[in-house]
């Protein structure tokens, strides 16, 4: 993982996380995604496309880009409530059969503490 500036606004930041395909055909996807912290908009993020190999894996990076402003209005937000809630939305792309067919898929996750 590797973290940068640009001025004091955005934060980037790069991650290298490992995909991995189980089943025997090829697999591509590729997505884009925001990024909420108690509520508030903090960033947004992309994963270029990625292929792995049937029964393989790979290891990708994925960016993230968080606005810092607005990152510290929802580390306020979390202190004042005692609580948090990260939420990343997006859109998963891929390609079906051998590659022949785009399909889209959007995805939502929420992870609430405590």
Known sequence: MSIGTD???TIE??????FTNPSNVPTQLSSDFQICLSKVY???GHLPDVRVPPRGSKL???YL?????????SI???LLQ??????VEG??????LFGLIPASRQFSVVYRYP
């Open 7 to 9: 001025g004091v606004k």
């Open 13 to 18: 930041i790069t991650m290298t996380l490992n």
């Open 42 to 44: 903090i960033g947004d």
């Open 60 to 62: 990708e990076q994925v």
């Open 65 to 73: 880009h968080i606005d810092s402003q607005q990152l510290v209005l």
């Open 76 to 78: 306020i937000s979390m």
């Open 82 to 87: 005692g609580e948090f809630e990260l939420a």
């Open 91 to 96: 859109v998963l792309h891929t390609r079906l």
